[in-house]
């Protein structure tokens, strides 16, 4: 799967959702866009998304097949319990989101169940398992 600018801006969206981008979010975004390779301009256009609120409007999964869909529905998730709390302003991001990715909701569940099994494998704090779980739809499970 190839990163592209309208996946930092759709996990931007999520972490913007509750109205703040805190300062681990941001820097969990910028740091992620270094990592996979962003040069200079795609960094600082990350870097903005953080300090400028950005929203799902005008967001197209152009070029992401199924799967690449799924993960980012899945680190969606996740960035939605990085701050310790689910607003619902976040849930209706994420239930856009999966919208607009066009993922039925068996690939919701697959993608809120990874979230939740990597967030355990990385020994997050307890507050976000635990938030990150109740998120995690009934049906699903």
């Not at 849930?91 to 939740?116: H, M, N, P, Q, Y």
Request: charged share 25%; aromatic share 6%; glycine share 6%.
């Amino acid at each position: 799967m190839k990163w592209n600018l309208p996946m930092f801006r759709a996990l931007a969206a999520v972490a913007w959702a509750d109205g703040n981008v805190k300062a681990a979010e941001a820097d969990a975004l910028v740091r992620t866009a270094k990592h996979v390779g962003f040069d200079a301009a795609a960094v600082a256009e990350v870097e903005r998304m953080t300090r400028e609120r950005c929203s799902l409007d005008g967001f197209t999964p152009a070029g992401l097949d199924a799967a690449a869909s799924e993960y980012l529905y899945a680190l969606a998730c996740m960035v939605r319990a990085a701050d310790r709390d689910v607003a619902p302003s976040e849930t209706e991001c994420i239930a856009k989101l999966g919208d607009l990715l066009g993922l039925s909701v068996e690939a919701r569940g697959r993608a809120e169940i990874a979230a939740l099994t990597i967030a355990g494998q990385l020994k997050v704090g307890a507050s976000v398992f635990e938030e990150l779980s109740a998120a995690v739809s009934p049906v699903n499970v």
